[in-house]
């Protein structure tokens, strides 16, 4: 590696840039890809429409928008990390003025033919403001509660927004990723030990301003069989379908609970118990593999970068992905509540999915311009 990369990876030719890319995690993503174009043609009978085409068409968008994110400077994510965030919630403000109802909540807006969740836009800008703020600033500050003050606001903005959409599942996962980067920042254990007690503590109180249809979803994760055909009728249609898998599967298109209609949202949310139950349990592992090495990579990238920004960033993103996971699969598993959460890269989306591959763009932008130095709060570079 010559000397202009070491120091200078911002001033590299497209070329040079294009080589250094971590194609490694763009296979990747590619593997996952070829999966939920498969479990959504599978979904609909057989059939590309009305979901794999569409699929299709989102990852060439995304592959695009996650090219174009990589081969941009970092110091350009870190210069605009603040208006970015400021547009999600500006979208999340228009979202609740205008937004159309769907699942319950308010959770898009029409922007001309393109129906857009800023829910999914504020994942990634908070993760990129959290990192702008915590970019260079030493831990002996980090420990200090008054500054701790503003990334606190930075959360509980887009967190109070969504709340009110009402989408209590999307906030409480935005309030985790916030968590996740004051830990990667370096903020004390027992800081956050406080804030577990007082959540605790408020559950009462926060009960009574619960919407009738989240009790329900609460109260039918704890007893599903007291309504069958009601409030836990997913979690039960999803267990069936996770059961009948097996070890081995039923096999590609032949699988009941999905092909009769009996498995609710089976191309979004519950696309894995779809996958399960064709491809069983090996199936399931199989995919559980591919996001681990994902993870691993991310990881990895986020611990090699010598910037403060690109750390967190790279960090962040990936915990992000990995707190998706986690608890779309918890859910269909009957684990947690039913809360809307997609399974990152395989449910069906256009928001989601194209969001999720600007955020895998920020990973490869921080591993293409790892050896940058970035300005700190003192205003000079400096590195970890």
């Known amino acids: 590696m010559d000397d202009s990369f070491t ?11 294009l080589l250094v890319v971590n194609w490694g995690l763009v296979f990747l993503l590619c593997l996952v890809g070829a999966i939920s174009i498969a479990m959504l043609y599978s979904a609909a009978n057989g059939h590309m429409r009305p979901w794999a085409t569409r699929q299709v ?18 110091r350009f994510w870190l210069k605009y990390a603040y208006v970015i965030y400021l547009i999600s919630l500006l979208l999340l403000v228009l979202g609740d003025v205008s937004g159309t109802i769907g699942l319950g909540a308010k ?66 996962l935005l309030s985790m990723i916030g968590a996740a980067m004051f ?50 009728y997913h979690i039960i249609q999803s267990k069936i379908a996770l059961g009948s898998g097996g070890v081995f599967g039923k096999g590609f298109l032949r699988g009941t609970q999905s092909h009769l209609d009996f498995l609710p949202e089976k191309q979004t949310d519950f696309i894995f118990t779809t996958l ?11 995919l559980l593999v591919l996001y681990a090495l994902i993870f691993a990579y991310g990881f990895a990238i986020g611990l090699s970068s010598r910037n403060q920004f690109g750390r967190l960033v790279a960090l962040g993103v990936t915990t992000m992905v990995f707190l998706y996971v986690f608890v779309n699969i918890a859910m269909v598993s009957g684990l947690v509540p039913v809360v809307g959460v997609p399974l990152p890269l395989v449910s069906y989306g256009g928001t989601a999915l194209l969001t999720l591959m600007f955020a895998f763009g920020l990973v490869l932008c921080v591993s293409v311009h790892r050896d940058l130095r970035l300005p700190t709060r003192g205003g000079g570079s400096g590195s970890l």
């Open 276 to 286: 399960a139950e064709e491809f069983g349990m090996v199936g399931g592992l199989t």
């Open 107 to 172: 959770r898009w807006i029409a922007l001309g033919p393109v129906q857009l969740e800023p829910s999914e836009v504020a994942k990634v800008a908070l993760v990129l403001a959290l990192a702008r703020y915590f970019n260079g600033l030493p831990i002996d500050e980090v420990v200090r509660m008054r500054r701790l003050l503003a990334p606190l606001a930075l959360i509980f903005m887009p967190t109070l927004l969504v709340l009110r959409q009402p989408d209590l599942g999307t906030a409480f």
């Open 183 to 232: 830990f990667l920042a370096g903020v004390r254990w027992w800081k956050f030990a406080i804030a577990l007690a007082l959540v605790i503590a408020a559950i009462p109180v926060g009960w009574h301003f619960l919407h009738a249809y989240q009790k329900e979803r609460l109260l039918g994760f704890l007893h599903p069989e007291s309504d069958p055909l009601g409030a836990g």
């Open 7 to 17: 120091h200078e990876p911002g001033n590299l030719p497209l070329a040079r840039k």
């Open 57 to 74: 068409l989102h990852f060439a968008e995304g592959f695009a928008i996650l090219f174009a994110v990589a081969l941009t400077d970092l």
